[in-house]
């Protein structure tokens, strides 16, 4: 084959298109990794903060206290450090038109997420009854809401099963259940607990 002719010169120009087109693709798909494992890294963390954040509100909310118990108190202040970590996940927002004189970490106005979590810290310090415990519940659940819309589980377990061609979840829930052994399962599910006296 002479090297100077253009048939060569095209079969070279091909394989190089063809190294090229597979350097991209591959370029492309590392990039999409490397993104996912930093976003993975960082839900990771803020999973981490939510379940030490809703162990503390759910002993708060359920167990009994004395008026004067250390072991709530204790909570509290686990609760009240939490909130203070929560600001590295929930920064303040609009920081240069509110609290400017503030340092930076309190500057603006406190996002909704943490607006949560102090109105339960200031609800636990009023004595214990049933709005309470209402109120309490509602404000863990808008908490959770918030995390809950920041990490996405659907779209996450998307792109999972678009990395790894696996979905980890099946799409069932007890309406879709037929046996009735398996009805029978979980047919108290919507019954509340009584409480102990």
Not at 159 to 174: A, P
Request: glycine fraction near 4%; charged fraction near 25%; charge should be negative.
């Amino acid at each position: 084959m002479d090297i100077g002719s253009d048939q060569f010169s095209n079969l070279i120009a091909c394989i190089s298109l063809v190294i090229s087109g597979i350097l991209a693709v591959l370029y492309v798909r590392d990039r999409r990794n490397a993104k996912f494992t930093i976003a993975n890294d960082y839900i990771n963390q803020l999973l981490q903060w939510h379940h030490s954040v809703v162990e503390v509100l759910t002993e708060l909310r359920l167990r009994e206290f004395s008026e004067h118990d250390d072991e709530k108190q204790s909570l509290l202040i686990a609760l009240s450090a939490s909130i203070e970590k929560g600001r590295f996940f929930f920064p303040n927002i609009k920081p240069d038109e509110y609290g400017i004189d503030k340092p930076p970490a309190y500057r603006g106005y406190r996002n909704i997420g943490l607006d949560f979590l102090v109105a339960s810290y200031n609800l636990h310090h009023k004595p214990r009854s049933a709005s309470l415990n209402g109120q309490a519940e509602q404000l863990q659940r808008l908490f959770t809401s918030v995390v809950y819309e920041i990490i996405s589980p659907s779209e996450r377990l998307e792109t999972i099963r678009e990395l790894t061609d696996r979905y980890f979840v099946k799409g069932l829930s007890v309406e879709d259940l037929q046996e009735p052994g398996q009805l029978s399962a979980v047919s108290h599910m919507w019954e509340r607990p009584a409480k102990s006296t």
